[in-house]
């Protein structure tokens, strides 16, 4: 029976800028990029070298230690350039586009379709495996293991997060298609969460099939940590996927036709955006020429790959990140105020009563990216719990990682949570921590330890 979870703790952050439903013109650059560090947990291992051609759906670089798992061209073009970091770290491999180069086209058979291990083989060679990733740590699910259950949320309770609603209404063939085939890879259920009062349900065929679930509250009502955490928590040793709601259009698509095609619909969002709408183009496009014309200024601006608390700064290389749907530019913070803290701040976003803004609870901000003061003692203040719904005590689990203690971060609740399900805490920390960060130190500790 469909159920309706409240979720009371928790903030929706009010900014200007958020996208109409209507659409702009399609967005076709010349250039596009894989982003190995939009893929945690990997070690990127170069298929092709810089000059050579490369088809659509071909495979461009896997993962050192699963071989198996392949990451695939976008585009059909030319590898242009390998774009590396400190230490030789590979940031991007950018791909000149060339239609005449062609594509892959995988044949799919109805038999493939009923076939757990089949579905499997065809999403490896193909490079839709990585949209499937697992809890606990947040990385590319392991195609050797079977999950728990899979869980997808169908809504984005973020900052100027799209609308679900609007960008999957015209894919109901392919959202189906996948879903259907994603059941076969557990022996579990697949839970859908929707948004109180969504009109996305109405989409999904066969619903006896799926475990759907209704949640109403605030952000981050909509992350799957949350979502898991209320419906059936992860204990020790248990593994469940998660399937982001938009990408099922991408899958559907290649069990539809046998081609990779990574098309996306995309919200530009934000204060700086002359008039928030939403475009087609395809995952990894360069935005450069798309935002010279869309911004009310080029100049001191952070554009977001994704919402303003988990996104990528991609200010430098616009290239739209492999599982966004949102780009957002704010105004950069690069100026100090004199006696900040002394002004009332009626244009001042915070979640205490610090400002004057909190008298106008309806209000909508437009805030920089300055943190308005430096790194403070870590002192507990209860910040954390006020924002974070999950059953963890968020501080003490921060205090583990950061002490390296493997048996509390445990008891703590580490396999409960990735970076995102902290981002709000991050937001609201009086001390300034960089907690996604540390949290990320504390999964990428645990994976080494119990490997």
Known sequence: MDKTIRIRKGVDIDLKGKAKNQFMADHNPEL??????????????????????????????????????????????LISKVVRGDKRKMLEIIIEKSDEIGKIKHNISKDDLKNAEAIKKLFLNAGIWPYIKQRPYGIIANPETKPRDIFISMFDSAPLAPDFEFILNADKEEINLALKTIK????????????????????????????????????????????????????????????????LPIIG?????????????????????????????????????????????????????????????????RFLGFFDNLVTVIPEGNKHELFGWALPGFNKLSLTTTFMSKLFPRKKFAPDTNLHGGKRAYVVTGQYEAVCPIDVYPQLLIKAILAEDIDKMEQMGIYEIIEEDFALCEFACTSKMDVQEIVRTGLNLMIKEMS
């Open 184 to 247: 076969l890879l557990t022996d579990g259920d697949v839970y859908l969460s929707f948004k109180k009062g969504s009109r996305l349900v109405d989409l999904i065929e066969n619903k006896e099939n799926y475990k759907i679930n209704y949640f109403h509250g605030p952000h981050p009502a909509g992350l799957h940590g949350v979502q898991i955490n209320k419906i059936k928590p992860i204990n020790k040793g248990e593994i469940v996927w998660t399937v982001n709601a938009t990408d």
């Open 32 to 77: 596009f990029a894989l982003k190995p560090i939009d893929f945690f947990g990997l070690v990127p291992k170069l298929s092709w070298k810089e000059g050579e051609k490369v088809k659509q759906g071909e495979p461009v670089f896997f993962d050192k230690y699963r071989p198996d798992i392949v990451f695939v061209a976008p585009v059909a073009g």
């Open 253 to 317: 698509s290649f069990l539809k036709t046998g081609i990779y095609n990574p098309e996306r619909t995309v919200a530009l969002a934000g204060s700086e955006v002359k008039e928030p709408a939403y475009f087609k183009t395809t995952a990894g496009a360069d935005l450069t020429q798309l935002l010279k014309s869309k911004l009310n200024t080029d100049d001191n601006l952070r554009v977001i790959s994704g919402n303003v608390l988990t996104g990528s700064n991609i200010s430098h290389s």
